[in-house]
């Protein structure tokens, strides 16, 4: 048995961000970085102890504000707060319905960061959350290049992953659990950690990435089990929810490197390349991609829609 955590064994090769919108979370488990999407801020704003941020934004927007303008300071207020705690970034989300529109993403996503810099907070601790469509790769290949750094979510094949590698992405949320969650659908199957095909995508792409190169950063998200963690030990960043940190902060156990930058560099593989056309046929062609990128936009939207109403109702 080592002396230390698993957790702390983790953070030696890997940045652990926090996976929830819940401070009391964070403050307990010290992550670099946080993570937060429409889902996670929706939960948290439901919490009474986060109700006078939805107060507050309501306030700040004004009464006639129109309630996407309070939407985003809604994130935003919740991002101030997370940067309270975290020493690193955050990563807010862009609202999922315009996941198809390259220029109403590169619109809000330059609003969220005039929210943050008005407060004071440099464009370097923030991440802009976009979806991995094409419209949104584009989209965010556009914004790095004005230095608004971008995470690129609901990501879920290697072809979304190689684009984004191409259009020099800051970051990417290959999704591990929601892909082991298809194939478990799929093949009536359970898999080991070791054979999970969510744990192999990410593998997959974290090897393609240092064999080539790429400086985008892999962040593994959506874990279903401490196994999915432990495999993925030495990606660059692993986004974990607080029961599964508890978990991995309760064990002992040593823990091994899995994925190391220097044996990705012997790995046989051929660098490849997609345009448009070739993009949407490569992910017409993976049916897990195809289904799970397009429910987690709905998913997304229909917390934005959610929250939305939240407002409205607190608005009177």
């Known amino acids: 048995m080592s002396t230390t955590t698993q957790l702390d064994q983790l953070k030696q090769f890997t940045v652990v961000v926090a996976d929830t919108g819940d ?14 999407n429409p889902s996670l801020i929706l939960k948290a704003a439901a919490m009474p102890d986060y109700a006078w941020i939805i107060d507050q934004a309501i ?3 004004g009464p006639t ?5 309070v939407i985003d300071r809604l994130l935003v207020l919740f991002g101030l707060e997370i940067l309270k705690i975290v020493p690193g970034r955050v990563s807010t989300e862009v609202d999922a319905r315009l996941s198809f529109d390259r220029n109403a993403t590169l619109a809000k996503a330059r609003e969220i960061i005039a929210l943050y810099e008005k407060t ?10 976009i979806a991995s469509t094409w419209e949104g790769i584009k989209a965010a290949e556009q914004l790095q290049k004005e230095k608004i750094n971008c995470n690129l979510t609901l990501l879920f094949s290697f072809a979304q992953a190689v684009a984004c590698a191409e259009s020099g992405i800051r970051l990417i949320s290959p999704f591990v659990g929601r892909i082991l969650d298809w194939h478990k659908k799929s093949t009536g199957k359970d898999y080991a950690p070791a054979e999970d095909p969510g744990v192999k995508s990410v593998t997959q792409i974290y090897t393609y990435y240092k064999k080539f190169g790429y400086t985008t950063e892999v962040m593994g998200a959506s874990f279903r089990n401490k196994g999915e963690i432990t495999e993925l030990a030495g990606c660059d960043l692993l986004t974990i929810a607080p029961p599964l940190l508890a978990e991995l902060k309760a064990s002992n156990e040593p823990l091994a490197r899995k994925l190391d930058p220097a044996a990705a ?3 046989d593989l051929k660098k490849v390349s997609f345009d448009e056309k070739a993009f949407r046929f490569a992910l017409n062609e993976d049916a897990m991609a195809t289904e799970k990128t397009a429910e987690g936009i709905r998913l997304f939207s229909a917390d934005i829609v959610k929250l939305e109403q939240l407002i409205a109702q607190k608005r009177g």
């Open 120 to 129: 004071g907070i440099s464009r370097e601790r923030i991440l802009i959350k």
């Open 23 to 36: 401070f009391a979370s964070m403050k307990q488990f010290a992550p670099r970085d946080a993570t937060t």
């Open 65 to 69: 504000a129109a309630i996407g303008h």
């Open 265 to 267: 560099k012997g790995a």
């Open 59 to 61: 306030e700040e927007a």
